[in-house]
């Protein structure tokens, strides 16, 4: 299994080195060529505007939005969550619209309001078995304010969503990769090797995701 983790700007590494942990290969993608040969993608936190026009300076932005719409499993944190909303709450900049919520940016104020909390998280918790709850450590987070009717809530605070699933689509607005709890990372890989699974029984595959990372609609 290899993942591709989006390494334009923000927390990449630690994405890394939870996944390395975990005994996972991980390849930096920075152009499409590096999405060759990826089970899934991790679309780390930091800065949603200069994640967007890196992506699309780099060639990024359309492969991605391809293979997503194909299937392919991707763990959205933070920044890399709103990038995948189907709007941004507030804001003309534009999303690759792959998972059917409505997300307002910084939403919690500034960056003193960055806070750390815990959350429930009893499916994950199941998944790894370990014990409730997730450590989450939230920074300029974003808020969750709509959800479609395919997005399963797996984790909430303050009575709003802040993990949340969908297809292969696991979407975060705190970041795991910054508390040595891997249960959400775990909970991917899941996805992953579900993903994975059904492409060996001949649903759409790994030649349908090649297609999608070169550069033709
Ligand atoms: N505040 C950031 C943004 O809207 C996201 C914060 C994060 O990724 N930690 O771009």
Redo the contacts with the bound molecule.
């Keep these: 299994m290899k993942i591709g983790v989006l390494a334009l700007q923000?927390?990449f590494r630690e994405h890394e080195e939870v996944l390395g942990r975990l005994g996972i290969r991980t390849v930096e993608v920075r152009k499409p060529d590096d999405l060759h040969g990826c089970d899934g993608l991790v679309l780390?936190?930091?800065?949603?505007?200069?994640?967007r026009k890196l992506a699309k300076t780099y060639g990024l932005w359309d492969p991605l939005a391809r293979l997503g719409g194909r299937g392919m499993p991707i763990l959205a944190?933070?920044?890399?969550?709103?990038l995948l909303a189907t709007r941004i709450d507030g804001e003309a900049g534009s999303s690759l619209g792959l998972l059917d919520i409505d997300i307002r940016?910084?939403a919690y104020g500034r960056q003193v309001f960055?806070f750390e909390t815990s959350l429930s998280v009893g499916r994950t918790a199941e998944t790894a078995g370990r014990a409730d709850p997730f450590r989450a450590i939230?920074?300029?987070?974003?808020r969750i304010v709509r959800t479609g009717p395919a997005v399963s809530v797996l984790a909430s605070h303050a009575g709003e969503p802040v993990a949340v699933e969908q297809g292969n689509i696991l979407g975060l607005t705190f970041?795991p990769e910054l508390t040595p709890d891997p249960r959400f990372h775990t909970h991917f890989l899941e996805i992953v090797r579900r993903a994975a699974a059904s492409r060996e029984e001949g649903k759409p595959g790994r030649d349908s995701m090649e297609t999608a990372v070169g550069n033709h609609p």
Aim: proline share 8%; aromatic share 4%.
């Design positions: 923000g927390a780390p936190g930091g800065e949603t505007t200069t994640q944190t933070c920044a890399g969550l709103i940016r910084n960055s939230f920074i300029r987070a974003p970041h």
